[in-house]
């Protein structure tokens, strides 16, 4: 267990450089000059040159990227190239409310995908099982962004329960913080849910049809006491895998959200660095949400190797 969690924590630095290589290129291939952005289309050549030598933007691209990677490998992440306040607080601020978000869809998901899965699993082949099928190919079928725009509309608007727009901190109102977490959270869980269920119930039909539960059967255990203690913890080992890739869809797709429900969080700041320019504050998110990727993954190695012992002994 032990060398499965040192082999995959040593793969993630080859990652992460990757990664900030590739953004750093890309970010300085854009048209988006900040220093126009900054100074306006009429400052004088010389003043944008004076300003750039000020930004260190007038340097080598090699000299500047190792220079950014030297920092942040001490936590430091530059400074904005419009605000001047540091990145990393800014980002640490924008992130946490991201997942925040995140978190709370993928639990809402886990609460209502797990159990469905079970129940389809157990009547297989009956009219619940037909009809978890079809709700299942529903939520499926209905887009994130989507939801959130009918879900602040129907029930923000219209039935005024909950805030339009805007994010109450947890220390400012833990009651108004969630409940401006139900509207978003409802929103990024349904596709999730409806992922989870459809990849529950699969691999319950499995464990349930393996040879070992026949033996159990044939022992006299009753069904629930094989579902409860053997069945699930089987049928958990392929969903977790799922379970990785949706939070990386789901920290993805609250970015989005979070703009429709006007969340000052980490799309918030994705999208003005894009326009602006700005290219520390774009850097630094796009290494923030890689290395959030990269824990999850770790996080469902540890988990597999915590649900299946073959997995543990390597």
Do not use: C
Request: hydrophobic share 55%; no cysteine.
């Amino acid at each position: 267990m032990r060398q499965l969690f040192l082999s995959r924590l040593l793969s993630v630095a080859p990652i992460l450089f990757a990664v900030s290589l590739f953004t750093f290129l890309l970010t300085r291939m854009t048209a988006t000059d900040p220093v126009v952005q900054i100074l306006g289309p009429g400052a004088s050549a010389a003043d944008r040159a004076e300003y750039a030598h000020k930004l260190g933007l007038d340097r080598p691209l090699v000299e500047q990227f190792f220079r950014w990677l030297a920092d942040a490998l001490r936590g430091d992440l530059g400074s904005s190239l419009y605000t001047a306040l540091p990145v990393a607080p800014t980002l640490a601020d924008g992130v946490s409310v991201t997942l925040t978000l995140a978190i709370a869809g993928m639990l809402l998901a886990l609460l209502i995908g797990i159990p469905l899965g079970i129940w389809g699993a157990v009547r297989h082949g009956s009219w619940a099982d037909r009809l978890l099928s079809t709700i299942v190919s529903l939520g499926l079928a209905v887009p994130s962004i989507w939801l959130a725009l009918l879900l602040s509309l129907a029930f923000a608007v219209e039935l005024q329960w909950f805030q339009v727009v805007g994010y109450t901190p947890f220390a400012q109102d833990p009651l108004e913080w969630a409940r401006g977490l139900v509207l978003p959270a409802v929103a990024l869980s349904v596709h999730t849910a409806s992922v989870i269920a459809r990849q529950m119930r699969s691999a319950m039909i499995d464990v349930l049809r393996s040879p070992y539960v026949h033996a159990l059967r044939a022992r006299g255990l009753p069904q629930r006491l094989i579902i409860s203690r053997y069945a699930i913890r089987n049928a958990m080992v392929p969903v977790l895998s799922v379970m990785a890739i949706q939070m990386s869809v789901l920290v993805g797709a609250s970015i989005a959200v979070e703009r429709i429900f006007a969340i000052p969080a980490l799309g918030t700041l994705l999208v003005d660095s894009v326009v602006r320019g700005d290219f520390p504050v774009l850097q630094g998110a796009v290494v923030v949400i890689a290395t959030i990727v990269l824990a999850v993954n770790l996080a469902t190695d540890i988990g597999y190797g915590l649900i299946n012992p073959k997995v543990r002994a390597h």
